[in-house]
């Protein structure tokens, strides 16, 4: 498919699959894989608060052959009340949680976007390191599907690679957006941003931001850590220089917004990696 620039292996949705195995091939973990595992202890530690894990009804769009958030939740003594994991590859439900109380649903081999879900049946949703693998089009409809089955008053998370076009795309990645591209294209779709924060930085896209008490724990803390975990411990800082940054938003009405980017159609440059952004925003 010509128009797909930036995908290697010709596709509009890519499969890729990161476990633990693979992160430790190596023989240590990546900034990547931290910055996973950082995700989902920060999902679990907001669950965590005042025992909300209890009154949680969660759905994991993309949720990994591993269920790592789930299994997160599971040992941290979090299990919410439910939990349904979708995902496109096929798989089979971890052997963990099979003389466990907590039994999580599991939806494999299926596109989100087209499933019957009843509107308002969940209060969370967790979408990590997904809409970089599908195509504009899309990503816009996880986004909007999300918006349906989550209550108002719910909570959303995301997370995926903000795209610098100077560095480029990965190879499985169908679609990087820039970091003011991915926030305009949330709010255009009627989420208010809560909060967001970066999950891993380069230390030269940041270091000249840090103010004088920043830099004095910088430094101290660069005698001990390299800089995978440097990466990791500065980058919620800077989420505008970070090459990933996790999202918490609500579903919200466009019209009662408190925008916190320009439009998206005002947006100037590449909003991605991906051309059909171009061809989108022409129509």
């Known amino acids: 498919a010509e128009n797909i620039m930036a995908n290697a292996k010709g596709k509009e949705m890519d499969g890729t699959h990161l476990s633990v195995e693979q992160a430790e091939t190596r023989g240590f973990l990546h900034r990547d894989y931290i910055a996973h595992c950082l995700r ?9 608060i005042s025992g909300r894990f209890k009154e949680t009804d969660l759905i994991d769009v993309g949720c990994g052959k591993d269920m790592p958030l789930a299994r997160t939740l599971m040992t941290g003594r979090m299990a919410p009340r439910r939990y349904l994991g979708i995902e496109w590859n096929k798989m089979e439900l971890p052997d963990m949680f099979a003389n466990t109380k907590f039994k999580p649903e599991l939806v494999t081999q299926t596109d989100f976007t087209t499933m019957d879900i009843p509107a308002d049946s969940f209060n969370t949703s967790v979408c990590l390191e997904v809409l970089e693998h599908v195509e504009p089009e899309k990503a816009i409809g996880i986004l909007d599907k999300i918006a349906e089955v989550v209550q108002p008053s719910g909570v959303c998370y995301f997370s995926t690679p903000c795209y610098d076009e100077k560095t480029g795309a990965a190879k499985n990645h169908v679609n990087e957006m820039t970091y003011k591209g991915f926030g ?6 009627g989420y208010q941003i809560i909060g967001h924060w970066g ?9 000249n931001e840090m103010d004088a008490a920043t830099r004095h724990v910088f430094d101290n803390l660069r005698e001990y850590y390299d800089t995978n975990y440097l990466a990791t411990i500065f980058a919620p800082m800077y989420p505008h220089l970070s090459r990933n940054a996790i999202w918490k938003c609500a579903p919200k009405s466009v019209n009662d917004l408190n925008r916190l980017f320009d439009p ?3 947006q100037q440059g590449k909003l991605g990696s991906s051309e059909k952004w171009v061809e989108m925003l022409a129509a």
């Open 199 to 207: 999950t891993f930085a380069s230390i030269k896209d940041y270091k």
């Open 40 to 48: 989902w202890t920060k999902i679990a530690k907001d669950l965590g």
């Open 184 to 189: 305009s294209l949330l709010e255009a779709r």
């Open 264 to 266: 998206i159609k005002d």
